[in-house]
């Protein structure tokens, strides 16, 4: 009797274990409710932009913020997954976006960093990670929100930029459109 429940419990446990990794795979691309997403730009001494490619997408490295950590653990973790570490990461952009597939929003934070030590490794999912010029890293990303943020983040440093994209269905790669324009939201005291 008791070993059936202990089964039973330990089934429950593992279809539950399941199911929440089968629903958070590709909760970015096709999300079941609002959640915060952290982009890490992380600068090395060449000035050159830790980047990644995901199916046909390069993007510097992100991670939905849902783990109980706060947001320098967060972006430790980002880093680690990646192989490296940082220091001094700060906030350079919060953008919004809405859907026109479905009714949730996310956030996205954007972080800058620099580089400390670590070899670039390939995280689980990922095709290729390697170290880009920032104009070739802005030029190589393939989705336009991510482009135009990364463009006016990196070209205007000494700010913390707000703006908000409209992601849509009718395309591969769910196209984004910018929907406000970028807004300074501080300056920073550099």
């Not at 089968?22 to 079941?32: I, V």
Request: charged content about 20%.
């Amino acid at each position: 009797m008791k070993t059936n429940f202990f089964l039973s419990v330990i089934g429950f446990s593992l279809f539950l274990h399941c199911t929440y990794a089968q629903n958070n795979q590709n909760m970015h691309r096709d999300p079941t409710h609002n959640f915060t997403m952290q982009r890490l730009l992380i600068v090395n001494e060449n000035n050159e932009i830790l980047m990644c490619k995901e199916d046909y997408v390069w993007a510097p490295p992100s991670g939905m913020y849902s783990q109980r950590q706060y947001i320098r653990e967060s972006l430790d973790s980002i880093a680690h997954a990646y192989g490296v570490s940082i220091k001094a990461p700060q906030l350079h952009g919060y953008f919004s976006y809405k859907y026109d597939y479905h009714p949730f929003s996310t956030l996205r934070s954007y972080y800058v960093a620099e580089y400390v030590s670590g070899v670039p490794k390939l995280p689980e999912g990922m095709d290729e990670v390697k170290w880009m010029p920032i104009s070739e890293a802005i030029n190589q990303t393939t989705v336009t929100s991510i482009k135009q943020s990364m463009n006016q983040i990196l070209n205007f440093p000494n700010t913390v930029w707000g703006g908000s994209f409209m992601v849509s269905r009718e395309k591969k790669g769910h196209p984004t459109k910018k929907t406000e324009e970028f807004y300074p939201l501080f300056d920073s005291k550099k």
